[in-house]
């Protein structure tokens, strides 16, 4: 029977979940493993492992549960171990990063945000500070709505202004949250918004990051700022990918 | 639902599931010994905006929302606007990139589009204007 890794922990870990169900229906017991000072929080792995919602919320709820008892590695969804003493195995030989790694992220989590443009106070906005534009709009109403040539180039200055403001709230998002937090990750692009960034910020100063994201929806209002955590660290987990929020604050400032 | 503690606070609310299912498929410790299960179909979220953007369509589609702005109204002067131009930037500015992704959107398994519902359905009724409410059932 192959091993599904939910994630790695300290074996000291005070609370590690061990009365939970995990990915597969019916829920697949979670169980933990032991090796010298590490622990790997695992189930069975249940046949024909793809992923639906079930699956990611209970490998995201096992993690949850035991993230808020101490630090914890998160393993990406879906990560499945011939066996149990492979498990073992794997962490007795890589025992030193994972400490390193577990200290390291001890007393953190992560937090998630994700901003994009209210469309039309963007599209106000952008009109509003680009005479331009608005000489554009004003002029294609009094031709009936312009030919085709002149709407053409009224949408692409449209667009192109609104895009603008896009990098430049993106930066700005950055700017502004960053000092709250101890890492940075930029997560992919997609339609669905104009910054995604992954914050790793110490729980003490989570309350400082929650006033510092309120202020942000206050004073830009054309701005939807979706927060999600606290989480575990998933973007973290390596230090290579993410970099240390002090060189980042470099980058975004060049960026303007 | 565990994913989202109440901690992000007053405003903070959260559209949830959705958000937090991509740091788990996308992050999160990657061990080479261990087989991952396959992931075909959901690796929807790199593609780039720009490229979409950048269409006579969409263009045109900025230029009909430009059109049926208000002038006279401010920047923050929005709740009281017809919902009208929100639906046309709607089907503008997002419209074509929809369609553009809507190949590799429609391979996103169940797990997400429930998720999302799920995740909807759990968070607590904001106060958002109706353009944006509609722009995140899409």
Redesign the interface.
């Known amino acids: 029977m ?1 091993t599904y ?1 939910y ?2 922990a300290a074996s000291s870990h005070p609370s590690l979940p061990e009365d939970m169900g995990g990915v597969g229906d019916p829920p697949c017991p979670i169980r933990i493993l032991k090796a010298g000072e590490l622990a790997a929080i695992v189930s069975d792995a249940p046949e024909g ?9 209970a ?3 096992v993690l ?2 035991a993230a808020g008892g101490g630090s914890v ?10 066996d149990d003493s ?1 498990v073992t ?2 962490l007795a030989e890589r025992a030193e990063h994972y400490r390193e790694r577990l200290t390291a992220l001890a007393g953190r989590v ?3 945000v ?1 901003a ?1 443009h ?4 963007v ?3 952008v ?3 680009n005479p331009e ?2 000489a ?3 002029a ?2 009094q031709a009936g ?2 030919s085709y040539d002149d ?2 180039r ?3 200055m ?2 192109g202004a ?2 603008s403001l896009e990098e430049e709230d993106a930066a700005e998002l950055r700017n502004l949250l960053e000092p709250t937090a101890e890492a940075v ?1 930029v ?5 669905g918004w104009l910054a995604n960034l ?1 914050l790793l910020v110490s729980r003490d100063a ?1 309350e400082e990051f ?2 510092a ?2 202020e942000i ?1 206050k004073s830009h ?2 701005l ?1 700022v ?6 575990p660290p ?2 973290f ?2 230090p290579g990918p993410a970099e240390p929020a002090a060189s980042t604050t470099s980058t975004a400032t060049h960026e303007e | 639902m565990t994913v989202v503690p109440a901690q992000t606070g007053g405003g903070g609310g959260s559209s949830g599931l959705y958000d937090v299912l991509e740091l788990v498929l996308d992050r999160g410790l990657v061990i080479d010994a261990f087989v991952r299960v396959s992931l075909v179909g959901i690796e929807i979220l790199k593609i780039d905006v720009r490229v979409v953007v950048a269409s006579v369509d969409t263009y045109l589609r900025f230029a009909e929302a430009c059109n049926r702005l208000d002038l006279e109204a401010g920047p923050r002067k929005s709740p009281g606007l017809p919902d009208l131009v929100g639906e046309i930037t709607e089907s503008g500015a997002r419209g074509k990139s929809k369609g553009a992704l809507s190949g590799a959107a429609e391979t996103i398994s169940d797990a997400f589009k429930q998720a999302r519902e799920e995740g909807q359905g759990e968070e607590r009724p904001r106060p958002r204007r109706s353009t944006s409410a509609r722009k995140r059932e899409e």
């Open positions: 192959s890794v994630g790695i492992l793809r992923p639906k919602r079930r699956d990611l919320l490998h995201q709820s949850s549960e590695l998160p393993m990406r969804f879906g990560s499945v171990a011939p492979a195995e794997v992560e937090y998630n994700k994009s209210d469309q039309e106070a599209l106000q906005r009109v509003a500070g534009l608005r554009l709009i004003e294609g109403r709505g312009g709407r053409l009224l949408g692409e449209a667009a609104v895009q990750s997560g992919p692009e997609s339609t992954s989570a929650v006033a994201v309120e929806r209002p054309h939807e979706r927060v999600n955590g606290p989480l998933y973007s987990v390596e």
